[in-house]
């Protein structure tokens, strides 16, 4: 009976030190083949200059011209666009490695189709792929020394991390639509083609701005309106020729200008809504725009709105 039972005892003991010898070896070769959390890091993000993200035909290249960012040096970049930018790529971390047997055809399709990031200062700091699976609910960025791909999270977040890097360059641009500094604010027009008597110009008169041919100018609604015209913002701006072409044919409903005072023009043209709770807009001569409607309503005031009483 004894003897039956050491025999037990030493069995249980060699399959304990066996188990224990495979959790040993599993942890260990764990360790050596943990994810270098700081393999997508700039050391210093601050020092970064210009960010190129390209993708197929189309390229954004954002840079820093010492004042403020730009978008492929054509446009003024949206300053809470780039801020989200930076902190994705302050805050994105590799959870893990993809499975071997994916990793190759992964890095393939990243470097086919997804979107090639580049980060510089005065020299290339950084370089990876980035993209997602077809839902966009996982994030991969791949290393294109190593050829390895990652699955990226922000920690504590459930976000999909490559979505800030795969945008056009439409949606990285500066939302306002005037945008002046009223230092060199000069004069405002206003047309309402159907209403021309409702037409108005704003300008300075003796030493406030006033409107040109009122008697007396309500100075609070017309405070109010200038300001509402200095913060307007676009819903989308919209890159399509066609639409751009057609609106081009069509006669606006009401149109703005303001004039600085080194006689520059900007312009806007509002048209009316489309029946789905939209409005469409061009800016300058090109630009076609979406807009809701409740950004635009506030900002159509004929000049019998500004009589003073």
Do not use: C
């Amino acid at each position: 009976m004894q003897e039956k039972i050491n025999k037990r005892r030493i069995i249980t003991l060699m399959i304990l030190v066996v188990v224990t010898v495979v959790v040993y070896f599993g942890v260990t070769r764990e360790r050596r083949i943990a994810v270098p959390i700081d393999i997508f890091q700039v050391e210093n993000l601050e020092s970064i200059g210009t960010v190129e993200l390209r993708s197929g035909n189309a390229t954004v290249t954002l840079s820093y011209n010492g004042a403020y960012w730009r978008v492929n040096d054509r446009y003024d970049a949206d300053g809470d666009m780039i801020r989200v930018l930076f902190a994705t790529l302050q805050q994105a971390r590799p959870r893990r490695a993809v499975a071997s047997s994916e990793n190759d055809s992964l890095f393939h399709a990243l470097r086919e189709h997804g979107v090639h990031v580049s980060l510089y200062s005065d020299e290339p700091e950084l370089t990876f792929y980035a993209g997602g699976d077809p839902e966009k609910t996982q994030a991969y960025f791949a290393d294109p020394r190593s050829g390895k791909v990652y699955v990226m999270t922000i920690p504590g977040y459930k976000v999909y991390v490559s979505g800030i890097l795969e945008l056009p360059e439409e949606q990285w641009r500066n939302k306002l639509v005037f945008g002046f500094n009223w230092r060199n604010f000069r004069a405002l027009e206003a047309e309402f083609p159907d209403n021309p008597s409702e037409n108005f110009r704003v300008a300075q008169l003796d030493r406030d701005f006033g409107v040109e041919g009122l008697v007396k100018t309500d100075t609070a609604r017309l405070n109010t309106f200038l300001d509402d015209v200095s913060l307007l913002t676009v819903d989308t701006y919209l890159p399509e020729p066609g639409l751009r072409d057609s609106l081009q044919q069509l006669t606006p409903k009401w149109e703005l200008r303001v004039i600085d005072i080194a006689s520059r023009n900007y312009r806007l043209r509002v048209y009316r809504g489309d029946g789905n709770g939209v409005v469409f807009g061009l800016i300058g001569d090109d630009q076609p725009a979406v807009f809701s409607p409740a950004k635009v309503r506030r900002l159509e005031r004929p000049r019998s709105f500004f009589a003073g009483k």
